[in-house]
């Protein structure tokens, strides 16, 4: 996707469901609804970065929105780990349970069962991630050594059945990109140690980030909403954990992701990467950045909708 003259690119946080505050964010982003009711701007294009889906009330308005967008030109939309997750569970399940997380999505679609068949269908035709001419833009974490093989077979980003069929292999690289590119890096925790997550969901390992130049303890890389018992946060890092991790350094085009579940008022990771995930669908914020090809990105191009605000 390229930074066009006299254009830009407006990036847009995990929606999940949650049409009516993305409608308010477009609005305040000056884009309008057109007669043929597709949202679009005079000079400009979303990119949203990924999970549409789950979780949230509005799922099936907030994909049929995009999808319009989409087809009008007026936007692109990359996977997130939901969207892989339920192509993964509907097209090849290979008999496994559908996971929890796409109840609220079912539950949307039921008595509409050819809409969620046609709309697994558009989410094939998605990609992975975007490699612009100055800026990246992924929903989790951009691993040069996986997307750089994958985008030179698969420029457009796209994947294939293939590649879902192949992702069932965990020792696969299909399984191994879709895992770090829309989950992210993790760390499994030390010896049998188990954390329960905000949804729950008891966990051997936890995400981590992946900008920290030189870190040395757990508490140096956590990035979740869930934090580490206090004496894992001490622990220090062996070095087995530190070849694990992944860097991004600040000598990279600007990058965008989502993911990650941040709190709190929106601002920038670093000069060259930011979050655009602030829990809109659990009453935090709907954040949009407004790109318009610089080079170090600046906090005041960040846009939001309050979601607590109603």
């Known amino acids: 996707m390229a930074v066009a003259q006299g254009g830009g690119v407006d990036l847009i946080g995990d929606v999940h469901g949650c049409a009516s505050l993305l409608e308010r964010l477009l609005e305040r982003l000056d884009y309008h609804r057109g007669r043929d009711g597709v949202w679009r701007h005079a000079h400009r294009r979303a990119l949203f970065l990924g999970d549409l889906i789950d979780r949230g009330p509005e799922i099936r308005e907030t994909v049929e929105l995009v999808r319009e967008m989409v087809a009008a030109g007026s936007a692109e939309a990359l996977l997130g780990n939901h969207e892989i997750s339920a192509l993964r569970a509907f097209l090849h399940p290979g008999g496994a349970r559908v996971p929890r997380v796409h109840k609220a999505t079912l539950e949307q679609y039921s008595g509409h069962e050819a809409q969620w068949r046609d709309t697994l269908g558009w989410m094939l035709e998605r990609p992975?991630?975007?490699?612009?001419?100055?800026?990246?833009?992924?929903?989790?974490?951009?691993?040069?050594?996986?997307?750089?093989?994958?985008?030179?077979?698969?420029?457009?980003?796209?994947?294939?059945?293939?590649?879902?069929?192949?992702?069932?292999?965990p020792q696969s690289f299909f399984h191994q990109l879709f895992d770090r590119l829309t989950r992210g890096p993790q760390l499994r925790l030390p010896g049998a140690r188990t954390i329960t997550s905000h949804d729950g969901i008891e966990r051997h390992s936890f995400?981590?980030?992946?900008?920290?130049?030189?870190?040395?303890?757990?508490?140096?890389?956590?990035f979740q909403p869930d934090p580490l018992p206090d004496d894992l946060e001490r622990r220090p890092l062996d070095e087995s954990a530190k070849r694990r991790l992944v860097s991004y350094g600040d000598d990279q085009p600007p990058l965008f992701v989502g993911h990650y579940w941040c709190r709190g008022v929106p601002a920038l990771?670093?000069?060259n990467l930011a979050c655009l995930d602030y829990s809109a669908v659990n009453g935090g914020a709907l954040v949009a950045y407004r790109f318009d090809g610089e080079r170090r990105l600046d906090a005041d191009r960040l846009v939001w909708i309050d979601a607590a605000r109603g």
Do not use: K, N
């Not at 991630?129 to 077979?153: I, K, M, N, T, Y």
């Open 128 to 169: 992975l991630c975007v490699e612009g001419e100055r800026f990246r833009a992924v929903h989790a974490c951009w691993d040069p050594s996986l997307v750089q093989p994958f985008l030179a077979s698969h420029p457009d980003g796209r994947i294939d059945h293939m590649m879902l069929e192949r992702a069932s292999d």
């Open 207 to 222: 995400r981590t980030s992946f900008w920290i130049p030189g870190p040395e303890r757990y508490g140096d890389v956590v």
């Open 269 to 271: 990771i670093a000069a």
